[in-house]
Nanobody
Framework: VQLQASGGGLVQAGGSLRLSCAAS???????MAWFRQAPGKEREFVAY????????YLANSVKARFIISRVNAKNTMYLQMNSLNSEDTAVYYC??????????????????WGQGTLVTVSS
């Protein structure tokens, strides 16, 4: 599985962006997720979409503002980010793993990673 994230950029506080993650190869039975890493900080969980039932989970810090979605027919996952603030500034990574609900929030659980796309929120 190869993943390519896109859609990052510079946005003013309060604005919106939509990130995309295009997957190539077999993604049947793979969960997908978004993580982010700000300068000097560890990579942190943002959002998760489960294969099959499509259940989603989001980090508390973004739950009211971000939406994760996935179009299996296009092998593409999205992250709609609204009401952005400076704390959302980070490199955003998409990731994939064999479907399993356990430890979906841990980066170590994921086998495949995209190259990252930078989101910068100006205040």
């Amino acid at each position: 599985v190869q993943l390519q994230a896109s859609g990052g950029g510079l946005v003013q506080a309060g604005g919106s962006l939509r990130l995309s993650c295009a997957a190539s190869g077999r993604t049947f039975n793979y969960d997908m997720a978004w993580f982010r890493q700000a300068p000097g900080k560890e990579r942190e969980f943002v959002a998760y979409n489960r294969w099959g039932n499509g259940n989603s989970y989001l980090a508390n810090s973004v739950k009211a503002r971000f939406i994760i979605s996935r179009v299996n027919a296009k092998n593409t996952m999205y992250l709609q980010m609204n009401s952005l603030n400076s704390e959302d500034t980070a490199v955003y990574y998409c990731a994939a793993k064999i479907a399993s609900l356990s430890d979906y929030y841990r980066p170590q659980s994921y086998n495949y990673w995209g190259q990252g796309t930078l989101v910068t929120v100006s205040s």
